[in-house]
């Protein structure tokens, strides 16, 4: 395995290893593992944006029905993703083993959805059930760093704009033109399609996906 989108944490450890055969995560031991939010709770109702972890399993997070009979059904159908197209039976069900982890990160990292787990802490739980963590050689880079890299692929594709231009106020042209005109790119380039590093859900009131908007953010810093 290696990097998966885990805010901003690069996992770098083999998941397929035969030395982890043996380990299991039970819901205890999750959240031991899942990073804290914003006032350092445990995020059980909110997982990354996209699920919710309960005793049984990560499940994903989902409007009740009223809401969901509101929407249109590409907006059901993408709230409703799930890798084994049954979206009220867990995502990762407890307990599951390392393989089964990389599974449910690989299936996140294709639809663009946020896993926050703590590497650290894995290692901990690892290492506590007798297995060896072991890094794989070839780093991969996670979803966060891939879409910021595609930002930048398209602020060299242009001479309009310049990161430096890009920190003007926001009173001042530069920053919410560049902003659109990067959008626009990536649109006529295919990343905001179904399935694609940008193709997630628009946030409310958006034409933008959520998926841009944190790529964004994180590529003014």
Not at 57 to 63: E, R, T
Not at 79 to 107: I, M, N, Q, S
Not at 156 to 169: G, I, M, W
């Amino acid at each position: 395995m290696s990097l998966y989108e885990l805010e901003g944490v690069e996992l770098e450890v083999d998941l397929e290893s035969t030395e982890f055969e043996g380990v299991g995560i039970d819901y205890y031991n999750f959240i031991r593992i899942v990073e804290p939010d914003q006032y350092g709770g445990l995020p059980l109702s909110d997982f990354g944006g996209w699920f919710e972890i309960r005793k049984e399993g990560v499940y994903l997070k989902l409007p009740d029905e009223r809401v969901l009979a509101c929407l249109t059904t590409l907006e059901r159908d993408d709230l409703l993703r799930h890798p084994k197209g049954r979206p009220y039976e867990p995502v990762l069900a407890f307990p599951f083993t390392l393989r089964e982890l990389k599974v449910f990160l690989d299936w996140a990292t294709s639809v663009g959805y946020d896993v926050p787990i703590n590497e650290a802490a894995l290692l901990e739980v690892i290492e506590a059930q007798g297995g060896q963590p072991q890094a794989k050689g070839v780093r991969h880079k996670s979803v966060m760093q891939q879409r910021i890299e595609v930002i930048h692929k398209w602020l060299d594709s242009q001479q309009k704009f310049t990161k430096d231009n890009l920190r003007v106020p926001e009173s001042e042209r530069g920053k919410p033109w560049a902003r659109q005109a990067c959008w626009d790119w990536l649109c006529v380039h295919g990343y905001t399609e179904e399935g694609r590093l940008f193709g997630n859900a628009k946030q409310r009131g958006e034409a933008k996906s959520k998926a841009f908007s944190n790529a964004w953010t994180g590529f003014k810093k």
